[in-house]
């Protein structure tokens, strides 16, 4: 009887592991885990940050956005009409804004020429920027019509590294595009509008129109450069302007142009950086590639008070065809 124990355990060993449904080849397989996909995640996200449940929030009112730090949550909480936002910080690994305090009501009723409207809150757009240490965050509302006419209610939280506060932007477009200015400010921008603010929440231009474009590099808050390809006299080169931002719009203070090369076109695509450096000039540092490979590479120094050039290096890369 010794030696038929360790068969005895063998089989016994066998019988337990075909313990399954016989009839089911795939009784042994574990369930594959149910994969959420971004709109569920982050719906949860928001729910689980607040401790509500999915369900009071409002289908029609939730928006979200990221990048490369930041992922702001919004939605509207049916139960009480209030506006959750909540910010999250990849970098710090927190949570930097945690807010439903904003009243957002469903449905609106205003006057539309001669006619009370109802309008109903559709739409729920955040923006967020981080500038230096803090951020500029922009959540907006948007409220609808049947009648397709539409309002907007924006609010913004300003950051400065230590402290948060919230403040109602009036006529501040929902889906304004913001961007990062002079200092600890950026500009958020409307078709017809546009306003530079800081983190300490402090506006410093209020436009009634939009006047800003690419390859802009501020020198204050209200002042900047503006390169842009323009050909003069029959030859491409790169136009310098210096703006002021006034209060009905920008106004050239001066305007220099570096010629480039007669290879070069007002169509080709440009790429730039432009610094100040502490002798008071502003060095600009461009790559411009045509369309059949030509590339331009430029260094540019100028006094930014009166657009003297000092000093230019440009250098053409031929095209080498095989």
Known sequence: MKRLYPLAVCLLSFSLLSCGDDNDPLSDI?????????????RRQLCEAFGVNPEELDDDAFGACWNDQFLVLSALR??????????????????VIHDYSIAAPKTVTKPYYDEQVEYR???VIPRIIRINDGF??????RYLSEQQHFFDTTYAYFNNGTKTICRKMADVAANCSIRPWY?????????NRTLCVTTEGEIKIDLDAHIL?????????????ELSLEAKNGKTGMTIT???IAADGAITVWSSHVHLSGSITTSARMSCTATMNEYGGFIIDATIIEKDGTQCDCHINLNAETGEVLSSTIIISSVIHP
């Open 121 to 123: 809150l559709r739409y």
């Open 78 to 95: 049916k139960t009480d009409g209030r506006l959750l936002v909540a910010a999250f910080d990849s970098v710090k690994n927190k949570q």
């Open 242 to 244: 210096r703006k002021h």
């Open 30 to 42: 574990e369930e594959s885990p149910t994969i959420e996909d971004s709109y569920t995640a982050q």
């Open 213 to 225: 474009r690419d390859h802009q590099y501020p020198l204050d808050y209200d002042k900047y450069i």
């Open 183 to 191: 200092e600890n400010s950026c500009l958020l921008e409307a078709p």
């Open 136 to 141: 500029i965050c922009v959540v907006g509302t």
